[in-house]
């Protein structure tokens, strides 16, 4: 044989025993050292030996990873022939190969150990790493059997070697999120208690609130199966309660059959984020009878990164009473042109400093606000309810997407991210070298950031792109006589030319400074007109004669209402915003005339 003959002759059984001595990380240096070596390690039964000794007992059998990193094509040889070209045998499936998994094995490990070190080393939070570990492979088996599904094999490595880095002994009032460490998971009945609790069908034990949802999302929700791994916000008395959790399994022959998002009733479900989801990381929301779930990050690594990367530029671990516990709980942007995973082969030139965040909010409370089209008036304007609006702009129920997060309240947030994200864009972002170099992000900056012409573009962009991916709101226009068509145009001429294109130009400000829920009235009335003179174009209407004038009015009292925001803003905070500033052209702030019976129908 070939291997014999490189190998001076040794049998198989005496080579096996060799190098069963060596760790996985010495067979790897060694196989890729030289012809020689590489062409002594190719058998299979060497590799699934050294990969069941770095498994520590697990069932070695048992390998789940993300759909995207099981999708890579990795060889299962390359022939050394001496040629510049080198012709490689390429594996249908690579995850039954020994060696692939060891490869990928030690690609996990060593992002995990470099990740948790900067932890320990960069931070005061953690405790000292304890000596021994904090799960077996035995008590593995038993979570993973009572949730009826493996555990992604990173996950698994993570509990196996690297728990012990990441631990808390002692806390203030709310503890911080630690990862699969305290009582609550050491403990395995408590573990198994809160995975139950978790789980879709115990939030809706029977499909009578889904009845407006498709067959396909109701069976895909009721067969998912999650893993809770940290409890981000879970106080004693507080009815809200926010869970880190991974995607285990679900019925994926529905993926085909699902929406985007779905977000009503008190159910907020990222399903395009859970398509191919395995091993993916999501945080969840249970309030009562709320229950969300958004996807955060591509696997439990690419999190831990994340979590690691926010403790250090935070100065310590964010609980939800704390600045930066938005980012432990949503996805932060990265570098562009990278792979979607860190769990993916890399660039020859890689770095795990790539995968930090380019961005922090340094927000305390993360909310996903329901952008449903319940139109909400101030209080002020009593006359009018949702379900009054969305009976006369909605009439047919269609459901719209949800406006980016940002759109709304970004002064109101530390950092606005697409203001950010575009300076970046500017003037470039120094990426550090390894985890070791990043550094506590300064407090010290202003806490919001005042409107500019930069700002007012980004908003106008974000309501643009926002109008252009949405439904139109009229399904089955509505025709009358000419006569009554003409009167209907002649309204609506003034109304554009008056009213609605002062409210156009007003919008992207008043956006910035609202908070989301009187954001939202804005948008949707903004969007609902909108409607009404596309359907005009074909010689159809959504508003009547009569309609157009309760829009006029309803149009005139939020203009007043944006007027009061901007005198807010420029009188008690001493600055003026708008002018000048906030576009290339002036903006009309005048008090608009409200007729005597504004809002009344």
């Known amino acids: ?139 593995i088996q038993n979570i993973e059997t009572a949730l009826g599904a493996p555990f992604p094999i990173d996950f698994v490595l993570y509990l196996l070697y690297f728990s012990p880095y990441l631990t808390f002994s002692a806390f203030d009032s709310h503890p911080p999120c630690a990862l699969a460490s305290g009582p609550i998971f050491q403990q395995e009945p408590w573990w198994k208690s809160t995975n139950a609790i978790i789980q879709f069908s115990t939030v809706y034990p029977s499909s009578k609130r889904l009845e407006d949802l498709s067959q396909a999302a109701i069976e895909f929700m009721y067969s998912t199966r999650m893993a809770c791994f940290g409890l981000a916000d879970w106080t004693f008395g507080f009815p809200t309660k926010e869970f880190l959790t991974l995607l285990l399994d679900a019925n994926w022959n529905l993926q085909g059959q699902l929406p985007g998002v779905i977000s009503r009733h008190g159910l907020r479900v990222d399903f395009q984020g859970m398509k191919s989801g395995i091993g993916k990381v ?26 690691v990367a926010t403790a250090i530029t935070t100065g310590y671990l964010p609980s939800w009473t704390l600045m930066g516990y938005n980012d432990l709980m949503s996805t932060l942007p990265r570098l562009d042109g990278l792979p979607v995973s860190i769990l993916i082969p890399q660039a020859q030139d890689w770095s795990i400093a790539h995968y930090l965040p380019t961005y922090y909010s340094q927000e305390m409370i993360c909310r996903f606000p329901s952008y449903e089209a319940h139109v909400y008036y101030d209080s002020y304007a009593d006359h009018l309810s949702w379900l009054t609006a969305e009976a006369l702009d909605n009439p047919d129920h269609v459901h719209l997407p949800d406006p980016p997060v940002h759109i709304a309240n970004g002064f109101y947030t530390r950092r606005w991210q697409p203001y950010l994200q575009f300076v970046v864009s500017q003037n470039g972002i120094d990426v550090p070298n390894s985890l070791l170099e990043l550094e506590e992000l300064s407090v010290s900056q202003p806490a919001s950031q005042h409107i500019n012409q930069d700002i007012y573009r980004l908003e106008r962009q974000l309501i643009d792109d926002w109008i252009q991916t949405s439904p139109n709101t009229v399904k089955t226009c509505k025709y009358k006589s000419d006569t009554e068509l003409q009167e209907i145009q002649r309204k609506t001429d003034r109304l554009q030319s008056e009213v609605f294109q002062l409210f156009t130009q007003r919008l992207p400000f008043i956006l910035y400074y609202s908070q989301h829920i009187d954001g939202l009235c804005y948008l949707h009335t903004y969007k609902h007109f909108l409607d009404h003179l596309e359907c005009l174009k074909s010689r159809k209407f959504k508003y009547n004669a009569l309609d157009l004038d309760f829009v006029e009015d309803r149009f005139r009292y939020l203009l007043n209402w944006m007027r009061g925001v901007y005198l807010n803003h420029r009188y008690y905070i001493d600055w003026q915003p708008g002018i000048n500033d906030a576009s290339e052209s002036t903006l009309d702030w005048s008090e608009v005339a409200v007729r005597a019976n504004s809002l009344v129908r």
């Open 1 to 139: 044989m070939l291997l014999d003959k490189q190998t001076g002759g040794l049998p198989p059984e005496l080579k096996f025993q060799i190098f069963r001595h060596l760790d996985i990380s010495d067979l790897l240096n060694a196989s890729a050292s030289c012809k020689f070596w590489y062409l002594a390690l190719c058998d299979e039964v060497i590799w699934e030996a050294a990969y069941a000794k770095l498994t520590r007992g697990y069932p070695i059998h048992q390998f789940v990873v993300t759909d995207c990193v099981r999708s890579v094509t990795r060889p299962k040889f390359v022939q050394l022939d001496g040629s510049e070209d080198l012709s490689a045998q390429w594996l249908d499936d690579w995850t039954q190969s020994w060696k692939q998994r060891s490869v990928f094995a030690v690609h996990v490990l060593n992002i995990q150990r470099e990740v948790t070190s900067a932890a320990q080393q960069k931070t005061m939070m953690f405790d000292p790493p304890k000596s021994t570990p904090l799960y077996s492979a035995a008590f």
């Open 282 to 307: 999501f945080r969840q929301t249970q309030e009562n009878k709320t229950y969300e779930l958004c996807c955060i990050a591509e696997s439990f690594t690419d999190y831990l990164i994340q979590y």
